[in-house]
């Protein structure tokens, strides 16, 4: 190679990386992947948070709408069939079987737990009471309390709740639905 004043140079590199460049480049590519893979569950975990209201709610329709309901009135449970879903006697004329577990009755996934309770305030208090049936009516605690399912956790997850005022007999009611 030769210069414009006529000196010959003579060329050691055929590289126009120097390793300050090739460092600089490693340390850039490993710095957006690690914040890729920290972003990823972030970026998932949005989608299964929106899920579970929309289950909650599926749950309460299909039990106040149509499996417990009396006489296609909906809103109206029947209460044989309600003391068969939640205690699991009687039931002959119900369009579930009292033996098969939550999660197939009520038509979700056995990922979701799902928790189910009739409330309301029997005793003049603020806070709503778990409603019994008792055999053939339902009111204030007795024999079988009416609530089905595991209980909800305090401490590592939230559980997404709905509810619905029903009328099961002449006894009005908070059908509570809680999924995670």
């Given amino acids: 190679m030769t210069r414009t004043d006529g000196v010959s140079v003579t060329a050691t590199r055929n590289r126009g ?5 090739f460092l600089l480049g490693i340390v850039v590519f490993f710095l957006a992947l690690s914040f890729v893979v920290a ?4 970026l998932i975990a949005q989608y299964d948070a929106q899920e579970t209201p929309l289950v909650a709610e ?3 329709t299909t039990l106040a709408d149509s499996l417990l309901v009396e006489s296609g009135a909906p809103g109206a449970l029947d209460v044989e069939c309600t003391g068969a879903f939640f205690a699991g006697v009687g039931g002959a004329g119900c369009p579930f079987s009292t033996g098969d577990a939550l999660a197939d009755v009520v038509g ?13 305030d029997v005793t003049g208090d603020a806070e709503p009471d778990l409603l019994c049936y008792n055999g053939g009516d339902v009111g204030a605690c007795g024999t079988d309390r009416l609530a089905v399912g595991p209980d909800v956790p305090q401490a590592h997850r ?8 029903v009328l ?4 009005p009611a908070v059908l509570e639905v809680r999924v995670w």
């Fill in 58 to 60: 599926r749950v309460s």
């Fill in 168 to 171: 099961v007999g002449d006894q």
């Fill in 39 to 42: 972003s990823a569950p972030q």
């Fill in 17 to 21: 990386q120097t390793n300050l460049d």
């Fill in 108 to 120: 979700v996934h056995e990922t979701y737990s799902v928790n189910v309770s009739l409330q309301w």
């Fill in 158 to 165: 939230s559980a997404a709740t709905e509810r619905r005022t």
